[in-house]
Structures are given as C-alpha cells and as structure tokens.
C-alpha cells in the first residue's frame, strides 16, 4: 500500500525533456484548407499571397466625373476648362476609372451647364483622386507570413487579395478521460462518496481559449482493462490524451501501468506543488499526460505541461503574462522539495497592492475561481514572510484590481448581496471577501490591507459593540466605524431540536457535539464570554475546538449531521433549515480607514447601504434590523 | 447629386445620446437558462448560489485509515496505541468517512501487526485529514454575481456546488445587410467594377470576439424596396442590425431614407473620420447602425458605436485599453471639424517607441492588419508634429513590439521572405517593414527609427553602391553594412513587349506611358542618373511624375495595362510574368545602426540570411546574386 513517485524532476527540467522526446517522435500539427471567411482566430500554416490585386482596376476615389487630365490643363478661375458631354463621364466612389480617363474631379468643383457641358476652373492632376491598381495590396505581395494568427482585418485584407481558402494548422483534439469509480456526473443530488465529475467542464473551458478542441469521454471505471480500453480508443481519435486520476498511488490507481502498456512514461512526479503526482507520458508522437484528480492540481499541470505543447503546436510564443509587485499579508512556508503555486487574492488599498493567500487545498477548486493570481515560490525557498515584496502573475487584468472593494473581516452573506449589488450597479467595481473573524478585520485595517472590514465585538463591561475594540486598536483614529445592521445571534440546532437543547447550560451534555468558530471571530468572542458569564467550562463542550470559519459553515455541519449545535446567526440557520434559538441581537458595523474614505469604491458602498435593494435583499435572507445603514457611528 | 449630412456630432455626445435613448426604448439582453458544462465565456444574469455543499459528505482528505480519535489519545513513542481491525476502517482519498470516525491518520503513520491490529505512534487530533462539508463551499453561499462571466474554475465550482444549470444573458444576434449594386462576393475572379465583399466577414470575426453572434444576409442591390424588405427582415430576427454601406449620400444610397421609414435615424453624420457618414438610428429598442462601405470606416464606426452598445446589453465594463507613449515619425495633418483615428505602425529601437502612420485611405483594409496601434487626434486639433510624444491605443501586446524587427528603407520582395523565415525561426519574433525607399531608409537609422534599413544608391561618380551615400551622412559612423543579394534591375514592359521598347530611349516615344518609382528610392536615383547618362529630359517621358512605392506596385500598373513601362527589378517582373529589359546589376544591402547590432533580432536576422533556406527562397523569386549574404561589408 505504500506508495513511490518514480520522480521528482524540476519542473523545467521536465517540461524542456518531455517537448523534445515529443518533437522527436513527430508531434505537430497538420494541416487543412478552410474557406477565408470562416477562419478568423485560425493560425496560417504556410505564408499567404495575394492573387489579385486590390482594389483590381483604378477605380474612383470620389463622386465626380472622371476625365482625361489633359483637356483641363490651363484650367483656372478666369479660364474654365469647358468639357462637352462626351468628354467625361459621371462616376461615384468605388467605380471603375473608364478606358481612355487618367483623373476624377469631385463632384463638387463641377459646374454643370444647361447645354450638358461641364466647366472646371482648375485643372486636373494625371491620377488624382484614383485609387491605383494594388494602392492595397498587390498580387503576389505576402498578405500573412506562416505561423501567424488570422485577424478579422487579415480575413479581409485575404479577401481583397483574392484568396478565398487559406491552409491553416489543425487545431489540437485534446481526449479527457474521466476515471474512478466514484466518479459520477454532475447533479444536484449526489449520494456520500459520489464525487461529480467537473474536471472535464474545467480542461475543456480552458482547451476553448487555448484554440484545442476537447472531447471528453464517459467516466471509467477503476478497472485496468476498462482503461486501457479507453485509452487505446481515445488515442485512435485524438491528438494529445489526458488520463484523469489515478496518477497518484492509491489502492486503485491503475494510470501509470496502463500508459506504460501502451507507450513510454517520461515522468511520474514533479516537483510541484499541487501538481506532484502527474505523468508525462508519449504513445508514439501523441502526448499522454496523467492528471491528478484534484481540480487545482489538474488546473495547475494544464497551465505547466499542456499548454506549452499546444504553444509549440501552434508554433506561437508564449502569451506574455502580466505580473505585478505586491506586499504579503501574511506568513507562507512551502517545501523546499518542490516549487509551490499558492493561489491569492489580490486588492488594491491605499496604493499599495496586497496579495492574500487562498486555502492551499488542492480540492478547494472555489479557490482558483476567487483568485486574482498566482504566486510561485521556487524549488529550494522555505517561503516567503509576511510584508515582503513578492511578484504575482495576474489572473485578472491589473485595472480590475483597483476597481475591486477589499472587505477582509467578520463574516455574514449580506457580504455577498452588496458584492451583487455594487457590481449591478457598475459594472467596472468589483467586490473581493476574505473571512478572517472580526479582530482579523481589524488587524487588516490596521496594517491597511482592507478598504472595509465587518466587526461586531461586544464589550463585555459595558455591553456595547465595537467602540471600544476600536478605541483600543486605534489609539490615534483615523478611521470611521459605518453602521450596517443588527443581526440575530443564537444557537442553531438541529431541525426539531432531536437533543433538546434549551441554552448554553446544555452544550455540555455529553451527547451533544458542539462547532465553533474560529479564534478571534465576533461570535467566538461571543460564545467564549456568554459562557464565562453563565460558568461554563468549555473544556466541558465536546468539539469546542472544531473550528469552521464562516456562520454557513457551522450551519452546514449541524444539517449534515456531524454536530449538534454552533454559535450563528439566523440567516445562516434559516438557510439550512435548522432551529435557532435566539440568544441576543447583535451589532455588525463596517469599519472604514479614512484612505479608503473617499474613494470611488467605498462611496458606491455606502449607496447600497442607504438603498431599497438591500433593505430587500436582507429582508429576504432574515434575521436582520436596519435602522441608518451608511450613516457614520463615530470618526475615531 | 450634392449631399449634405445631417449632423457633424461630435464622438462622445452622440455615443451617449444613443445609448439613452436605446435603452429608454428597452435595449437589453433577454436570459436562457443553458447547462452549467456549456456555460464557458457566458454571462451569468443573476447571483449563482450554491445547492449543495462541497464536498457534500466529510472526506478523508489522505489514504490512510479512518478512527475514533478519542482511541488514540495519549499515544506516544514509547506508548502506541493499538487498534484492533474493527475500530478502523482503511479509506483512500476522497472517501467517505465512516459513521462514527472522527479522524483519519496517514498510511505512512499505520505500522500494521501480522494480527489484523495497527499501531499508532502519535495521538489524532478530532477532525485531522478530513475535509469538512463545504471546506470549499457551502450551500446557499453565492457562487457568483450577477453579470459575471464564467470561467473555467467557475464551472468547477457551480458543479461542486450541485448547480447544474445557470441562468445566463442570451447573445445579442447581430444582423449584417451588405448592400450595393456593384458588390459581389468574395472570388478571385472579379470582373472591373466589382467590388468583393469582405465588410461582412470582418464584422463578424469582430462579433464572434465580442461574444455576439453575426448572421449575415445575401447582398442586396441599391434598391429601395429590396433594402427596405431586407432590413425589415433583420429586424425581425435580430438583436441589432447593421445596414453596411449607402450610409453616404451618393447616387444610390438609400439608407437614410429606409432606416427612417421603419424607424428614428437618431444621427447621420459623426464628427469622426474615418467613419463620418455613419447613421445611428433604432427601430424601436433595436439600434439599427448605417456602416459606410469602406472598410476602415467601417471597423472604426463598428468599434466606437456598436461595441458600447454590446458592453451595454452584457453590462460589462469596456475593456481597460492598453495604450502606450510613442514618438511620431513624420508631421500628421488633420482637419480641426472631427476626431481622426490613425493607423500606425510601431517599433521599438534603442529603447524608443516610434510611430509611424499608415496610409490613412478609407479603403485600405491592409493598414489596420497591419497597425500595431491607433493614434487619436481630438476634435479641434490640427495634428501633431514629427517627434512629438503622442498616446497609442495598443492593438498588439507591448512585449510583441520590443520583439518586432523594424525594417524602414527600400522595397524588395525578400523583405517579406525574411519576415516569414524570422517568425517561423521563433515564434515570439516578428517583423515589420515599412517602404520608402533607401533615402527614406538612411534618414530613418539617422533618426533612430529602424533596426535596418534596405540600400541600393549608385554613387554615379565611382559607380559603386552605397558607401558613398553612407559615409555622406553618417559623417561620424555608428553604421555598418550588411552586404544582402545582388539583384537585376530593368525595364519592366508589358508582356510581349508590344510597344517594342528597346531602351530608355524609347521611353519619350509618344504612345509609351511610363510609371515611377517616389522620389528618394533608390530605383528613381538609377532612372534620373541613366536619363541624364543617355541625355534624355525626363520631362518628355509621359508618366515620369506618375509615382509608385514598390517594385511590385510598378508590376501592378503595367500589368494591367494603364502603363507600358516602369524601372524596377527581375523578381517583380517575374511574379507578374512581364517582359524584362535588364539594365544592370545593382547591390542591395542593409544598414544596420550599432545600438541595433547586439539584439537577439538583428542576430537572428543575419542567421537567417547565411541560411540555405533564404537561398532558396531567392532562387525561387529569381534575379538575385547570393555572394555572402549576412557578412559585414564595412563598419563606418
């Protein structure tokens, strides 16, 4: 049952090796004749000429008549050049110059005569106002080199050249083949153990923007034969194969052995991380690459290994990636074996540009989608320290990120709304959340990471919310605390309430699993002082120390069953349908640092706050009281 | 026959006024509901919230063994706690964990007794290596906001969420009416006063990036009835229409009076150029757009009036442009009644951006395959001159620009064999070459302008090439020459040579009509220098003013028969199979400034010209003379 990686190879090292072992064998593209028109965003495959000319005769620039320059020679204001009838002729833009004709007059230098004569009082220079045959383009002249990506200007500049079918460079059929018997396909009610199979929809939503062609195939079984099987099918109809799971070392991961059957395995194990467990493997010229089932690792292994060889089918250089400097807001140890991706999300406060890392897990696939970057931390770095300069490659564009509202604070979904409604309202600002309890708020405002942070800290001497954390915090203001709105904290149970649990008293019972939240959260703080207050050991509370970092979370686990009761508040239960039992209504403020005062973000912000959508919107989540949401507390 | 426009507006004002009055009328996107695996690059409509949590069960995060953590509490080095097969249960990654375990402890951690027992050296902490319900999401949680486009990892994340399909904004269908009587579409055959219809194809690989989908209608003759049933037609299945050409006010151009009569012409006329005779008008809350015929107008009226109205319907933001400073390279004009948008051509020597403008003719689609950027100059403003720094709207990545080798100087067909062979080399090289000539050329290395620049200039003292011109204005060196190829010049005449020209003396004859090259090139220089030799007044060669700027430009005229003769090289004559009257061999070279001379571009350009594919490239052309193609001839 123990388990070996074959390798653990840089991840240059690997790449560079695995392209030229593929070159070797003959991987490339082909190519294919497609008509003109429908072959924007296509590559050429060999240079393209012009057939004809463009424009093909000398046609007219202007609506005028055209003429023989000569006859209007000596033409000026006191003595017109009169032209008869059959001296010119009357042509509009785009017409043919007539035999015989070497100028056009514009329409409007012509007098026209009652006896049909025209009378000009300037003359006309040899070729003006023609276009000449090729002013465009001229036949023969190389229209688009090899190699080279077709524009909708190229798609006319083809047409006007005459060419009407161009060879191109075959895009990529990219095989997916899902495997694993737990796997089973996406819905909305999937059995414990069934894992939905949304890695296929991911590769393939990235093969369309890397011009390949994904076709996915039905889920395997783990079953050696079975995958075999598909394999040896699925690279009778594709390019490159991507075998999905079973690339690690589990009890059923057949990947290596069947590849190896059929091909050579490269590599089993980089030195990345996520990413480690994937295979580099070649049946003939046609890659097989073995893919970890977690999405983030698949994502990562695509983007490292896949993508360079559709570049190199394409024979296109690497998309330059947008990178920026941006400050750590907080500790990250990696491995020195491996090189790390470490997704972040990304905001702009006060002109410096923070960089947050997301959940590290490699099954976290909302993670990739909530990231605004990519921090890389290279083989043999322990890491990298809290406030250092790291550099990021961008995921969104580098304006998105100083269009974007950074709340890092206490959590409620009323977070969510305002990030819908601020975004409705305009499309250019952006809303980013990270769930750091209320103290992590404040120690994000504090170290001016954060536009806005939510915090409802109750003062346990006088009973009142967050004025005093923030006096405390803030010795020198320089902030403003917002009102948003009261909210109902109590204990959520179980639908029907099947222990009975009728207060804080009965947490301790020992059939009751309690979950918490985490350290430093508001409703920890909550809890930690409601059972000071009542005498309550929480050493005695079994799961006390199970921590989950948002009220949906809690909730989530006590409708799963695996806990009993949790801290929350009552829109998070009315959301799972649990029973709540109230225990006080609860103060949430936005904290706001002058910096942010004024921008275009926290104005719009503060709008919402004001607005009848939002009083709606919570009105419909429940449990909330909105008396002056917007209105400013207090200017510390 | 006079026409006048209705309005001159300028850009923004009537931008926006439309807009208004568009969405007044209830411009807008319908939605449809579209599974979540075929959602990619679609915009959602509403907030997506998650169903189901994920994962939905709690998995063992390892391959290990799932427990009790409370059975191994207190176990230590010297202590291990020690299992009996019913108190574990062996899990891989991803599986369930059984009822009642609360904790999975690694493979590597499992020391396993011949008797079925397992020992345990460590304690489990509650709840390690198992990833909670909704450690990635929790139902009810929003997925995403509303008008938010979906990205790979967002579909990863809706499947994980058990949302299966998404409430997205249908795509606006764009309906593209080509009209006019002389329109035909795309052939390499055109007969004279055909004009290929390639407007619709541009358009539409413009839409497909836009998200939007064309639908383009058969072309319609300029008449009113069939233009108006056409248009009425589109607007019964389309989104939005565009009426693509007698948007100016020629003999034939209906437009105007059509789109009124089934509609509200809101504007005709925009103080832009090109694009002014633009009609801006809605058929109810379908915007209907009049798109003048030429291309280039047509590309700009579809970008600054038809883009904003797409940005609108997806309530998306415009696209962040990327703009960069550049140096203007020659004096710009331009008329003080509209904003003008310029194409020009850029290049990054030495560490400056140039700008040089392309032909700015209506009706030369190849400027804007060819533009690198679009330089604006506002309303009210008479131009810029030569050196200015002026803002460029980038329509290439910045990088591709420091990677583009810029060739300004004299024309020759093998400019674009090398520009082929460059790119095909390595694929993130490009080459940009301008033609004006080797006088053209040396003023351009003298302004720092060019990476290289073609030569071929007769010292007529000594009869050699180019080192006297060379040593001439670059007084102080700083240049070397590179020798190229030898090349035959000559008289080129129409095939058969019915003028039976025998000479450049035949060139005053009366019935011969010559075509030059422009003043500056070195071609002209050979022309006026073997005149003056033979004693010919070129005033008396008919035509001499007619001015060209390639060799393949001089084929062209003669070729199709408005021309008899024209001076320019073998290669040319070849591709348009004309007679051929060599007059001498001359030597065509490239001079390279020394801060050029270390880049990876010039290095790899001399590579390509020592190569044997460059030689047959040449072989294939005809007329050249390889000697040592790439070697330096002198270092001034």
Redesign the interface.
Known sequence: ??FQYLTNVPLDEAREAYKEALLTEGFGAGTETVP??GS??RITSE?VYA????????AS?M?GIALKAGLTFGAGETTPATLTSDQFIVV?????VPEGCDAVVM??DVIRQEDGTVRLYAPAA??QHI??????????????????EI???????M??G???EVSVLEKPVVGIIPTGD?IVP?????A????????S??????L??WKAVPRTYPIVKDNKEAIREALQNALAECDIVLLNAGS?A???DYSTEVIASLGTVLFHGIAIKPGKPAILAACSRKPVIGVP?Y?VSG?IVLEQFLKPLI?CWY???P??QETCTAVLSKNVVSGLKYREYVRVRMGEVGGKIMASPL?R?S???????K?DGIMEIPQGVEGYEAGSEITVRLLK???ELS?TLVAIGSHD?LL??I??LL??S???LHMSSTHVGSMGGIMAVKRGETHIAGVHLLNESDGVYNTAYIKRYFPKGGVRLVECVGRKQGLMLQAGNPKNIKGIGDLTQPDVRYVNRQKGSGTRILIDYLCKKEGIETGRIY?Y??E?F?H??V???I??G?ADAGMGIFSAAK??DLDFLPVCMEQYDLLIPDEAWDTDLVKKLLEILKSDVFRKRLEALGGYELNHPGEVREHF
């Not at 414990?192 to 890695?199: A, K, M, Q, S, V």
């Not at 099954?363 to 989608?369: N, P, R, W």
């Open positions: 049952m123990a003109v028109t924007c965003g240079p057939a004809i000319c463009a424009p093909h005769y000398p620039a609506d509009d833009t785009g017409d043919p329409i409007e040899p070729w276009r000449q045959i090729g002013e465009d383009i001229c036949a023969g002249e190389m229209i688009l080199p090899s190699y080279t524009s909708p200007a190229a798609i006319g500049s047409i006007a005459g060419v009407t737990e996406p819905t909305p009610d999937p414990p153990g069934d894992i939905l199979e949304f890695n929809s991911i590769f393939s939503g990235m369309d923007g690690s589990g009890r059923e089932g999405p994502i570049d024979h296109t250089a998309a330059p959940g897990g099954g976290v696939v909302s993670s990739f989608m990231a564009k580098r304006e269009r979904p969510d709304e990030s819908d975004h409705a305009d499309p250019s799961g120390d199970r989950e948002t949906t979370s909730a989530a686990q409708a799963s695996t959301l799972y």
